[in-house]
Structure formats: structure tokens, C-alpha cells
């Protein structure tokens, strides 16, 4: 029996013993659900080899290859993927619409003993299901923001402050990126869609009475976009500001952008365009600390030049309600513990 879910918290509450994805590898790339496990029934050249018969030649001769490419590759992952599962094991199966791929896999399994059943709609369901949530309904979640300057360890104190128990959602580490010009990681980010399956899902397993901390950000990290339900959340948030002084946060972020500031070529080439807002003078004398090997002295001049006056035209414009400040002190191990307790408190606070 097909099962079928009306919301994406049922969805995510299944209650499977796991969830399997078979589409191709370059449809599990793009998104999935979170969790699921990849073992596609045709890969990414044996998917278009099968459409483009489909649509080139016949349908029969395209559906007959398929089903004995499917069948193969379902035998080569009993036998190394799941051969370890007992009799009681109960997988849930999608493909992209809940149609022969997962109709197939799952029947294979069911011969087996195995209760798998598969997703109606498939992965199309799910889709719908995140987009309804994170686009067309508002949230019941209440978020507190937490702003400063460039450099004063916010993405650190998140991971203390949730430490200490309270709840919070890491908006950067979702998208993973930094959440700046220079914030690209070593790693891609992960595709809108992959974010949104993320974000959806981190969303769904806060408690709604219980107050958020998040990152103060701008409506997109990086390249991924905060759809606009969470965007209007943050938007009205008050806010709590962690206070540190500018050679405390050069240091802070010295050691923090080690990778990005030892790669002087991908450096000139992120910083170039800002001509058009800084200067050719002020951009020519950061590229003169680059080629010196200046990273101490180009992170200040960045933060002083560049990043400290954004963040100021960025808080006049958004006429933010700051409900607390915070210092951070010299951004070491005592500082971010002290001002991680605070922020804590607050949080439990804005709670009650």
C-alpha cells in the first residue's frame, strides 16, 4: 500500500525504520529527503539511456531495458547494502513520482518479508510538501536574533548557547557557507532545493513554545535564499548584540579565515568588484597586503574599510530593536563562555 502524507512534519514522523531513495545519483544530489539513503535502480547514463529510447524509439523496448536494469541493480544492493537487515525491517521507498522505480524496489523487498512500502507521489510529494511549508503557510516560531559586527564569533556562541540547551537554528552551517563576501567554504554549498529540505527539516523538530536564537543575516548566504516565511521571522525578531573591539575581532578572524586568507589569487578575484563601492585606491592597498602576506593587517583593513560600514548602513536601514548587548571581551575561550551564558539566559528570558 502506497502511504500518503497531507504535511511535511507527518512526513518526517513516518515512523519507517529507514527511508530509501532510488532515483539516480544526480537526482539524490540535488535534494532529498533528509536522512534517506541513496541506491538508485537505474544511475545517472542508464536513466537517460532508458528516456531517450522512451522518446526516440518505443516505449516497450525503453520499459522492457528498464526492468531488467532495475532488477539488476535492486539485486546488487540486497546483497551489499541491506543483505544485514532482519525480517521485521521496514524501509519506506520513493522515486520521483511514487511510479515503477519504487513500485519495483519496494516489491522486490516485500518478497523478500521485508515491509517496505513506498511514498505516493514520491519525491514530488515531498517537494510539495516542503514548498507549501517554507512558502505559503507562516510559521509558529518565535526567533531572537543574534547581530554584531563582523568577527564577534556569532556562529561560535550559537554552538555554546546550544550547549547550555537552549534552541537554536544554524542558518549558515544549514547553507554552509560563512555567510560573508568571503565566506565560501572548502566544500559547495548545497543546491536551493537541498537548503530548503535542510532548513524544513531543522525547522520541524523546534518546539514552537520555545523561543529561537538565530544568526542575524542578510536574505541570502551565499548563493542559497531564505525563503521568505523564515525572511519575515527574522525581519521582526528583536535582537541581542555581542559587543567586541575591532583588534580582538582581527584576531578572532585571522584564525577563523586562515583557508580564505592564505588564497591570494581567489582573494583579488572576490575583492576586485568592490572597486565600484570602496575605491580603486582603498582595493589596490588591500591587494598590496595580500601580495605582502599581510592576513592580520588585511582582515582589520576589511573590517574597518569594508564590512564595519555595511553592517552599520545594513542596522539604520533595518531599524532593528536591540533588546540586549552582550561583550564578547577579547573573544577567548573565558570571553565566549561568559557571554554564551548571558545569551542563554536571555533566550530562557525572552521565553517566559
Not at 544526480?26 to 541513496?38: L, Q, R
Amino acid at each position: 500500500m502506497a502511504m500518503t502524507f497531507s504535511t511535511l512534519t507527518e512526513f518526517y514522523d513516518h515512523g519507517f525504520d529507514d527511508v530509501i531513495d532510488v532515483r539516480s545519483p544526480a537526482e539524490y544530489a540535488e535534494d532529498h529527503v533528509p536522512g534517506a539513503i541513496s541506491l538508485p535502480v537505474l544511475d545517472n547514463e542508464e536513466r537517460a539511456r532508458v528516456g531517450t529510447i522512451y522518446v526516440q524509439d518505443s516505449p516497450f523496448k525503453a520499459r522492457k531495458l528498464g526492468a531488467a536494469l532495475v532488477f539488476r541493480n535492486a539485486a546488487n544492493h540486497i546483497e551489499q547494502h541491506l543483505s544485514h537487515h532482519e525480517g521485521g525491517w521496514r524501509p519506506l521507498v520513493y522515486c520521483w513520482r511514487g511510479g515503477q522505480r519504487s513500485g519495483s524496489f519496494a516489491w522486490t523487498l516485500q518478497q523478500i518479508g521485508w515491509r517496505a512500502e513506498v511514498v505516493q507521489g514520491g519525491y514530488q510529494t515531498y517537494r510539495r510538501l516542503v514548498n507549501a511549508y517554507l512558502y505559503k503557510t507562516a510559521l509558529p516560531h518565535r526567533f531572537l536574533l543574534l547581530d554584531g559586527y563582523t568577527g564577534t564569533a556569532k556562529t561560535d556562541l550559537l554552538k555554546l548557547v546550544a550547549a547550555r540547551g537552549g534552541q537554536v537554528l544554524d542558518l549558515e552551517g544549514l547553507a554552509n557557507h560563512r555567510g560573508s563576501l568571503l565566506g565560501d567554504r572548502p566544500e559547495p554549498q548545497p543546491l536551493q532545493k537541498g537548503f530548503e529540505s535542510a532548513l524544513a527539516s531543522a525547522l520541524c523538530r523546534l518546539d514552537p513554545a520555545r523561543p529561537v536564537l538565530v544568526e542575524a543575516e542578510s536574505s541570502k548566504i551565499g548563493q542559497r535564499i531564505i525563503p521568505p516565511s523564515v525572511w519575515s521571522l527574522m525581519k521582526a525578531a528583536p535582537r541581542i548584540e555581542v559587543q567586541a573591539g575591532v583588534e580582538a575581532r582581527c584576531r578572532y578572524l585571522t584564525r577563523a579565515y586562515d583557508d580564505i586568507l592564505s588564497d591570494g589569487p581567489m582573494l583579488r578575484e572576490k575583492l576586485d568588484p568592490l572597486r565600484a563601492h570602496r575605491s580603486n585606491a582603498v582595493v589596490d592597498g588591500w591587494f598590496a597586503q595580500i601580495s605582502e602576506g599581510d592576513k592580520a593587517g588585511l582582515t582589520r583593513a576589511l573590517m574597518v574599510q569594508h564590512y564595519d560600514p555595511s553592517y552599520e548602513k545594513s542596522r539604520r536601514a533595518s531599524g532593528a530593536d536591540v533588546m540586549a548587548e552582550v561583550n564578547a571581551g577579547a573573544l577567548d575561550q573565558p570571553g565566549l563562555k561568559a557571554a554564551a551564558d548571558r545569551i542563554a539566559a536571555l533566550l530562557e528570558r525572552f521565553g517566559g
